[in-house]
């Protein structure tokens, strides 16, 4: 009895690994039939589900689960098993041994779709990333790439979109950018050519992406600009799209275009996408700085983002302050984190701000005050601070930032009393600004209601509705009987 005892439990942990590689294969299998259905009946949207199903597996992947699906779907000996089985990794002698024996029973396929062979490739792609092996992940995806090209299919769309993605990140990790570059614009012109409007957005994002890599600003705005337009399909690639199109606007001085665009790629970002939600967020207020606004304190104090914002809040408090000392000793302290975010040229622009932000706080602390005054104030340390401040303020006064004149006699500067802003048109202004943002907010969300295809062609048979008027029936019955049995 006791050595029975001991032989089940050593039995025990043999089994409960061999019952954890089935489950995973068998979500596998489920989602290649979702495949091959959605193949057959041309729907798309069910292949979009089989993508996002393998999304949620990633972290279960194992070397064997993958083969033995690789069996199951491609069939062993077959030209698509072959060429996409030797990216796999065969280091594991053991993970082998059940591989060959959970795929012993598989039966053979009689014919391969294009569809799953083109999944195969991207459930072997995201396996290879997640595990770092980032040379065998770029020759996989060169691969699938090449196969991509001799495919002409509606229903491959889908999946083709989350290979080029996957392509350009693996060349990415690599550091490798530049080299599929003319690639990507190939593949651009093709999808445009077969009128595959999902691939278009996301190869438009990712030579956009290539070109703000490498700090090509103008070149990117130029394919952006000449590129063919059309209707969003995906919100996470129109979210990435806003964000690329606001850095471009805010490299070339167009700071309100650029504030819309960030602003709008933030709020459309699904909230576990925090990194991408950071990002959207540090761009933003260096643009709302620029443009003379100081962010509310709310923007700083997201959940998850307090650490990653700190900087940038730190710099907003010395731009809201108007101190220049402050203000050059938050960039220096955080010149790392402004580099890496590469925002550092974009920090160097905010220093005429702070200028301006502290001699508006001055012109309305005074009525009258002294060129002199006014230079040791905004802490100006150049040869002449005297002269430095006179054209300071006039060019602050030109630009209608402060309400003054400078008197040359006395050497000074004399503020205007301010007025009642309510008998200006600025809360008008204002609202009119909200008005349009709410209106285009409903205009946005009508657009994004999804229908069943067809509905309104699909005309109801008798059949058909004699079946739904004796199910109503039914139903009505149950519910009252139910009714009765409470009474």
């Not at 391969?112 to 195969?120: D, F, M, R, T, V």
């Not at 394919?223 to 850095?247: D, I, M, T, V």
């Not at 229908?451 to 519910?479: D, G, M, V, Y």
Request: hydrophobic content about 40%; charged content about 25%; overall charge positive.
């Amino acid at each position: 009895m006791t050595r029975e005892v001991e032989m089940k439990d050593r039995t025990t942990p043999s089994n409960s690994v061999s019952s954890a590689i089935p489950s995973t294969l068998q979500h596998l299998k489920e989602i290649a039939s979702l495949v091959e259905t959605g193949s057959y009946s041309k729907e798309v949207r069910r292949i979009a589900r089989a993508v996002r199903l393998t999304i949620a597996l990633r972290k279960k992947l194992t070397t064997p689960v993958i083969a033995s699906f690789l069996d199951h779907a491609l069939g062993q000996g077959s030209e698509a098993h072959i060429r996409i089985s030797v990216y796999l990794p065969k280091d594991d002698e053991h993970d082998m041994e059940v591989d060959t024996a959970t795929s012993a029973n598989l039966a053979p396929v009689k014919h391969l779709l294009p569809e799953l062979e083109i999944y195969c490739y991207l459930l072997v792609l995201l396996f290879l990333i997640d595990q770092k092996r980032y040379n065998e992940a770029k020759a996989c995806s060169s691969a699938s790439i090449a196969r991509l090209k001799t495919l002409n299919r509606r229903t491959i769309d889908v999946l083709a979109s989350r290979l080029y993605f996957y392509y350009s990140y693996s060349y990415e990790l690599m550091g490798d950018l530049a080299e599929i570059r003319g690639n990507l614009l190939a593949l651009h012109r093709i999808a445009t050519l077969r009128h595959d409007e999902l691939s278009q957005e996301t190869l438009l994002n990712l030579l956009l992406r290539n070109y703000l890599h490498y700090n090509l600003y103008d070149q990117a705005e130029k394919l952006r600009s000449k590129a063919p337009r059309f209707e969003a399909h995906s919100n996470q690639q129109f979210c990435r799209y806003l964000f690329y199109l606001g850095k471009i606007r805010t490299i070339q001085l167009e700071y309100t275009d650029a504030k819309e665009s960030l602003l709008q790629a933030a709020r459309k970002a699904p909230v576990a996408a925090r990194g991408f939600r950071i990002q959207c967020n540090k761009w933003a207020i260096i643009v709302r700085l620029l443009l003379g606004e100081i962010p509310e304190r709310t923007v700083f104090m997201q959940k998850g983002m307090e650490n990653a914002l700190r900087p940038y809040f730190e710099l907003t408090n010395a731009v809201r302050i108007g101190d220049l000392e402050l203000f050059k000793s938050v960039a220096e302290k955080f010149a790392n984190t402004f580099n890496t975010d590469r925002t550092h040229n974009l920090i160097v622009r905010l220093r005429h701000n702070v200028i301006r932000t502290g001699l508006r706080n001055i012109s309305i602390s005074y009525s009258q005050i002294s060129l002199a005054d006014v230079a040791t104030k905004l802490r100006l340390d150049s040869l002449n601070p005297v002269a430095d401040a006179e054209s300071i303020v006039a060019k602050a006064i030109r630009d209608g930032a402060i309400d003054a004149t400078i008197d040359r006699a006395k050497g000074c500067m004399v503020s205007k009393e301010s007025g009642d802003i309510y008998s200006t048109n600025e809360p008008q202004i204002a609202f009119n600004s909200r008005i349009a943002f709410c209106l285009n907010m409903h205009n946005e969300a009508v657009r994004a209601l999804r229908f069943p295809p067809n509905t309104h062609k699909e005309k109801e048979s008798a059949e058909k509705r004699r079946e739904r008027q004796q199910q109503e029936q039914e139903l009505a019955k149950h519910i009252a009987e139910e009714d009765d049995d409470d009474f």
